[in-house]
């Protein structure tokens, strides 16, 4: 991973795994770079997730070093750099041509997702998945039931947390 952290350039888009520790710090295990647009990318369409590092205009931005042009888009009546946003449209000459920017809700925000083997298990409202604790008993089950919740289990799970407490809105298991 250090390498990986090493071509980082400012503004950069790049996606960050990790564990979350008792402090509320990241504890980095994968670093991915988005990659940067090319100047000459035309079609395709796509959906970028980030921050708006700046402001051009109330509806042209840059997300990261991707310049987004909201004119012709469905967008919040107001941006602001910081602001996390998810941009949907297509590439024209290495402008992102947006036809939908929405702000990403504090709930949004906060959502942890993890997935693994369940390493420890006392109850469906007390497991640990990769060193993560986690409550399930107000959540959604897919690909299995609350009963399939066992040691060993591979499952998908997202959640908020809670002090040390991932509160899981959905488990999903995995094959």
Known sequence: MGDAVGTMSAGQL???EGMLNEAGVLQVSRVRSMGLVPTSQTGGTVEVEGFVTEMTTPTRFRLGLTEVDASAAMMPPALAVGDRIEVYGSWNSGT????????????ELQLTEVTGT???????????????????????????L?????????????GTRSGSMLLLTSVEFED
């Open 96 to 107: 992102l041509m947006a036809t939908r920017v929405s702000l990403e809700s504090e709930d």
């Open 146 to 158: 609350s009963t399939d919740l066992k040691l060993g289990a591979l499952v998908h799970v997202k």
């Open 118 to 144: 369940v390493s420890t298990f006392t109850s469906v409202a007390d497991f640990v998945v990769r060193d993560q604790r986690c409550d399930a008993s107000h959540a959604v089950f897919s690909h299995g």
């Open 14 to 16: 790049v996606r960050v």
